[in-house]
Nanobody, 123 residues
Framework: QVQLVESGGGLVQAGDSLRLSCLASGGTFRSYAMGWFRQAPGKEREFVAT????????IYADSVKGRFTISRDNTKNTVYLQMNLLKPEDTAVYYCAATKYFGLRSADRFDYWGQGTQVTVSS
């Protein structure tokens, strides 16, 4: 069983940056591909980014490509989401998730989830 705890959310202005962190425990972190998803009020949870066990391969949603960077530090059991040039439409609760298989974008293919961290971007 893997436990995930996100942190780093907050209220920022458009154009600002934030870095989210997700600390994993209870499992072999380096054996999981990790992902970030987000959910805005009244909308379905959507894929943001995912990366492989080593961190060498990444996939991004088109809406964040070039602005967000996903990375991991397997020595710290932590995955990060660096978010630059934030826009009001990035406002959502951000979740990290773990899965055994890299390349997945569907939320129902991820096995473990954190509780989420709120990101609010004002215009």
């Amino acid at each position: 069983q893997v436990q995930l705890v996100e942190s780093g959310g907050g209220l920022v202005q458009a154009g600002d940056s934030l870095r989210l962190s997700c600390l994993a425990s209870g499992g072999t972190f380096r054996s999981y591909a990790m992902g970030w998803f987000r959910q805005a009020p009244g909308k379905e949870r959507e894929f943001v980014a995912t990366l492989s066990w080593s961190g060498g391969s990444t996939i991004y949603a088109d809406s964040v490509k070039g602005r967000f960077t996903i990375s991991r530090d397997n020595t710290k059991n932590t995955v990060y989401l660096q978010m630059n040039l934030l826009k009001p439409e990035d406002t959502a609760v951000y979740y990290c998730a773990a899965t055994k298989y890299f390349g997945l974008r569907s939320a129902d293919r991820f096995d473990y989830w954190g509780q989420g961290t709120q990101v609010t971007v004002s215009s």
